[in-house]
């Protein structure tokens, strides 16, 4: 019954790979996005999507590709992975484009490119 | 620009003590402010929400305080346990012709037995 689930937990995977990190909310939430924490612990938006539509697209390489099927479902697609990619990504959903009420994480993808 | 700041980024109390983190922000035009506890490896479990309307918000042993005007929120956590050993993250949400999202980078705070 987790609410916001990731998958994989762990991805450690070459550089130029292509590779992809899947999520999914059974909140009922209307909108899903897409954090990275770096080595620094600092978090910074990516993406966000809300009943499908993107709302949020933060300057981030085009090798990152969101799609969001439904409103329960956010992926991130990452094309040529690069050593700098290596993170911890994190989605989270909210019931309501504006955040009002506050988000709901999932527990990371950490992604080690070597 | 706007900025989240927590400080100080590490604390170490002795179990049994209040204590206070402190969180700072640079926009006062904030929307709602939350915090959060992060376990090492894990993902961000909220703790409280406050909006902007508000002054504060309590659940159990912690009370989180919003004061616009200094641009400061506060994390008061009573009867501090080894259990509440953990990175805690504040975010401010802005209102910014779109609504964005500003972290902190986290007070880690380590309660010894």
């Known amino acids: 019954d987790t609410a916001v689930s990731q998958t994989p937990k762990y991805l450690v995977t070459q550089m130029g790979n292509d590779k992809s990190i899947k999520c999914e909310q059974n909140?009922?939430?209307?909108?899903m996005y897409w954090y990275k924490q770096d080595s620094k612990k600092f978090l910074k938006i990516m993406f966000s999507y809300n009943n499908k539509e993107l709302i949020i697209n933060e300057t981030v390489p085009n090798r990152f590709s969101p799609k969001s099927p439904d409103k329960a479902h956010l992926n991130l697609h990452i094309n040529s992975l690069e050593l700098g990619d290596s993170a911890v990504y994190f989605c989270a959903s909210s019931p309501t484009r504006d955040s009002y009420y506050g988000y709901t994480f999932g527990s990371g993808t950490r992604l080690t490119v070597v | 620009k706007q900025e989240v700041t927590q400080i100080p980024a590490a604390l170490s109390v002795p179990e049994g003590e209040n204590l206070v983190l402190n969180c700072s922000f640079t926009d006062s035009a904030i929307y709602n402010l939350q915090w959060f506890r992060q376990d090492p490896g894990k993902g961000l479990t909220s703790l409280l929400l406050?909006?902007?309307?508000?002054r504060e918000q309590t659940s159990g042993r912690l009370n989180a305080s919003l004061d616009k005007s200094s641009g400061r929120s506060t994390l008061y956590i009573a009867a501090s346990q080894p259990g509440d050993s953990a990175t805690y993250l504040c975010?401010?949400?802005?209102?910014?012709?779109?609504?964005?999202?500003?972290f902190g980078a986290g007070t880690r705070l380590f309660v010894k037995a």
């Open positions: 406050i909006q902007s309307s508000q």
């Open positions: 909140l009922g939430h209307d909108t």
């Open positions: 975010a401010a949400l802005y209102d910014t012709g779109g609504f964005k999202t500003i």
